[in-house]
């Protein structure tokens, strides 16, 4: 019951600050790339955020409810946020033509935050249930 809670809140904590996220910086922030589509392929988008949050439950935030503190689950999601976002942030800039590099350095930044916020709630209402 636990992990369907983390991983809900994850769900909800995730989703909500991603939708802040880009609804506040999408026309002047990634205005710059071009190619970008107006509109988001949503079996694209449900398949990327449950990959991205079933990760998030398996390598930080189980592990922080097993280690018993809101301090590790805010390091392990910050490690796993530092992998995914490095990645993400990394190869768009590698891969992609004119994205610059504050573009990849924010979007690198939000997600070490983002994962980092998000195992912490996870952990707090997983431990609030074992």
Do not use: N, Q
């Amino acid at each position: 019951m636990f992990a369907l809670s983390a991983f809900l809140t994850s769900v909800m904590i995730i989703v909500l600050v991603d939708y802040a996220w880009y609804s506040l910086t999408r026309k002047h922030f990634y205005g710059v790339i071009s190619g970008l589509k107006d509109r988001v392929g949503l079996p694209g988008l449900v398949s990327a955020y449950a990959a991205l949050i079933a990760g998030l439950l398996f390598y930080a935030t189980l592990p922080a409810l097993a280690g018993g503190s809101v301090w590790y689950a805010l390091v392990l999601g910050a490690l796993y946020g530092v992998v995914v976002y490095g990645i993400h942030a990394g190869a768009g800039y590698a891969l992609m033509r004119g994205v610059p590099l504050r573009v990849a350095v924010a979007e690198f930044a939000h997600g070490v935050i983002l994962m980092s916020l998000a195992c912490m709630f996870a952990y707090l209402v997983g431990s609030a249930l074992v």
